[in-house]
């Protein structure tokens, strides 16, 4: 029953709610929260919970499935350099720090001072029994160019809810095949999806 004092009360995730607070209520549940736009997606992944969260934890492995991730440079066991693309060809940069680890059960990070894109964000995975494993991704960010870079970014196929969306569904193709379906029919076509 839903705790009509409390509107989150329920188990929905966050990212489903439709209340404009829940940027606001994602950010108090993750430390060191920065960013405003709320991105967020689940997907079941038929693999333990030690493997899955074994590749997604060797952050250097992550531009395997994440099609706009150029690269990630790991600086230490906490901290790690990310470029990724941007609208018009362009890329952005941050450091990432962890705030939060459990084995096996989730990361949460932040992004340090000077931040192209400030955000933060958790990922979890948690048990599914026979099924494999359930990761979810919870992100805030703060958009270069705020509501228009959005915009631009999401005519261009680079919002992170769309990113999100596809990164999840590569990911669990990928560890669930080896390998990632791609609709690139020739060199170049798999070029230009950045792959």
């Known amino acids: 029953m839903t705790d009509l004092a409390n509107p989150q009360a329920d188990d929905a995730p966050l990212i489903a709610s439709k209340r404009k607070e829940a940027g606001a209520d994602a950010a108090g549940q993750l430390p060191e929260a920065q960013g405003d736009a709320l991105v967020g997606?689940?997907?079941?992944?038929?693999?333990?919970?030690?493997?899955?969260?074994?590749?997604?934890?060797?952050?250097?492995?992550?531009?395997?499935?994440?099609?706009?991730?150029?690269?990630?440079?790991?600086?230490d066991d906490s901290r790690s350099h990310w470029v990724v693309k941007a609208p018009g060809g362009g890329t952005v940069e941050w450091d990432a720090r962890i705030t939060e680890e459990e084995p096996e059960r989730l990361i949460a990070w932040t992004s340090e001072e000077g931040a192209d894109v400030p955000n933060s964000g958790r990922i979890s995975f948690r048990d599914a029994g026979a099924r494999g494993t359930v990761v979810s991704a919870v992100i805030l960010y703060d958009p270069p160019g705020g509501f228009i870079g959005r915009v631009v970014a999401k005519m261009f196929q680079r919002e992170p809810a769309i990113q999100a969306r596809r990164d999840l569904r590569r990911f669990k193709q990928l560890l669930e095949t080896g390998e990632i379906a791609t609709p690139a029919m020739n060199p170049k076509q798999f070029e230009e999806m950045g792959l």
């Open 41 to 75: 997606n689940a997907v079941t992944i038929n693999r333990p919970v030690a493997e899955v969260y074994a590749y997604f934890r060797d952050f250097a492995k992550l531009p395997s499935f994440m099609e706009n991730v150029e690269r990630i440079d790991v600086l």
